[in-house]
């Protein structure tokens, strides 16, 4: 049995940090509202003219080297972005040629913040069955380029960065199964509301809309179910999991499904003070400080989990 197994991860945020008292200065808000309400504290914004492929290609290049592997040894390139560089060519196809690696697949996935759980699962069943050797799988994101900066309810949130993980087969599990899903139904609770076929007009607005407090209801219901399919999937007791690696949306969503898998929060990963959401980036990010910093250690049980807009959503459950 053929296994894909993460041999690599890389993170990249930009430079400039944006804390709750600078944003304070921008709109009617507060600090402790932002912290209780959400536990972010500060977020990273990328500068004038840096975009999403940059922030990419710095976490690849991260996970590349944290692998071992060279840039032109990838073949198969899958990047979560709902903020590309261009309507076209593909993030994907932009970062292939900045990395020199020639003729494999690369594509991008537009699902919002589940954007990495959607490319991690494409590029897991392509190295399962042989077609893909050395995948590279990207969430990167430059939200503030969509965000309302006089919105309150969506500004205090969202953020830019990137992560990136290399795969390889191997014998040794590995990724053990990932869970997607969508429910169109509730594409009204969050999104962007223009786009090149609907148009730029003032009555498309190039900004992130969100109803905040129904999101909020369905991530805690949905990934909660997210997380009885994984554990039952694999035939395990939530005991079973070392680390609980979620979307950095809010930390009560995250308190929330924690507590469901009765996970003390010593064992989460927890950015979203430092990062807020960064969308399809967000778990990668989480995911690399982790790894870098010790806490994840060859063999421990990873579950990983995000949700955003559409609605869509996905998990994954990693032996790491
Ligand atoms: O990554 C994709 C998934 N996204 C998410 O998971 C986000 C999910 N939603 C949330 O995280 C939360 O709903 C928010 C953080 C966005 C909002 O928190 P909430 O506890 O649901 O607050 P609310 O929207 O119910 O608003 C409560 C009050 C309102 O005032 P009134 O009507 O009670 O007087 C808002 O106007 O807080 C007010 N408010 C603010 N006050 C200060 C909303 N935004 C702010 C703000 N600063 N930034």
Known sequence: MIYSRIVGTGSYLPEKVL???DLEKLMDTSDSWIRERTGIERRHIAADGETTVDLAEHAARRALDAAGLRPEDVDFIAFGTTTPDLVFPNCGVILQSRLGCRGGPAFSVETACSGFMYALSIADKYIRCGEAKRALVIGSETLSRITDWSDRS????FADGAGAVVLTPSEQAGILSTHLHADGQYKDMLYCGSGVSKGFGPEYKLAISMVGSEVFKSAVTLLGRAVDETLAANGLDRSAIDWLVPHQANLRI?????????????RVILTVKDHGNTSAA???LALDQAVRDGRIKRGDRLLLEAFGGGFTWGSALIRY
């Open 19 to 21: 804390t709750n008292f």
């Open 154 to 157: 969506t500004a205090i949130l």
């Open 254 to 266: 995250i308190q929330a499904i924690a507590k469901k898998l009765s996970l003390p929060m010593e």
């Open 282 to 284: 967000s778990v990668p």
